[in-house]
């Protein structure tokens, strides 16, 4: 199975602020590789899908980018609705699909 | 509007048997796969079965293999989670995903609310 890794795990931020979490597969998954948002309580939210493509609805703010092994999430300016936990998923050999650790993003 | 909205959770003992549903409305229901996806409490997301749009092609994670059998029924836009010898690691939110292309670059788009499964005695 390929397994992603997720860093950071946490990180601490101010509304305004650029944020990248970076998410590591295992092995070559070329832009097989999805962004979600998930909330307390709440189910998660495609956010990005194929590495770089933004869902419908999800303000311009996000943005992802990679291939192969190694990919970002870019939030460009945080906003207080963006408080959350991200998860990268790749399905580029599935079953199964796997998902990263997630990372949570706090309040400074 | 898409909703998927889960049921079915509850409390089991281990060894027990739960079965979940998934009801499907603002889409064709039909012409989707279907996945189901678990969270541990604290912990992140695990992915555990899906179906193809006829249920001709259908996966499971090792973790569920033997255990759980996944259905749908088209007539009734509902999608279901036999789930057998239950064990506490099975405990989580589960959650049901609708899925644009079979396990495909597109993610998993709409998801839904989740049920809550636990299993202790």
């Known amino acids: 199975d390929i397994q992603m890794t997720q860093s950071p795990s946490s990180l601490s931020a101010s509304v305004g602020d650029r944020v990248t979490i970076t998410c590591r597969a295992s092995q070559n998954i070329r832009s097989y590789l999805n962004w979600y948002q998930q909330k307390p309580g709440k189910a998660p939210k495609l956010l990005i899908y194929a590495a770089s493509s933004l869902q419908s609805g999800v303000p311009s703010r996000f943005s992802g980018s990679g291939s192969g092994t190694d990919f970002t999430l870019t939030i460009s300016s945080l906003q207080p609705e963006d408080f959350a936990t991200y998860y990268c998923?790749?399905?580029?050999?599935?079953?199964?699909?796997?998902f990263g650790g997630g990372t949570k993003v706090e309040i400074k | 509007e898409v909703q998927l909205l889960e049921s079915g959770g509850g409390l089991v003992q281990p060894g027990g048997s739960l079965r979940l549903s998934c009801a499907a409305s603002g889409f064709t229901f039909s012409s989707y796969a279907m996945s189901w996806v678990r969270q541990a409490p604290g912990k992140g997301l695990e992915w555990v079965s899906v179906i193809h749009v006829n249920g001709g092609s259908i996966y499971y994670a090792d973790s569920v293999k033997g255990r759980f059998t996944i259905s749908r029924d088209n007539s009734k836009n509902t999608l279901y989670l036999q789930m057998n010898s239950l064990r506490a690691e099975d405990t989580a939110v589960y959650y049901c995903?609708?899925?644009?292309?079979?396990?495909?670059?597109?993610?998993?788009?709409?998801w839904g609310q989740g049920t809550l499964v636990t299993v202790s005695s």
């Open positions: 995903a609708k899925d644009p292309i079979f396990l495909s670059q597109l993610g998993f788009d709409y």
């Open positions: 998923q790749q399905s580029y050999r599935t079953p199964p699909v796997t």
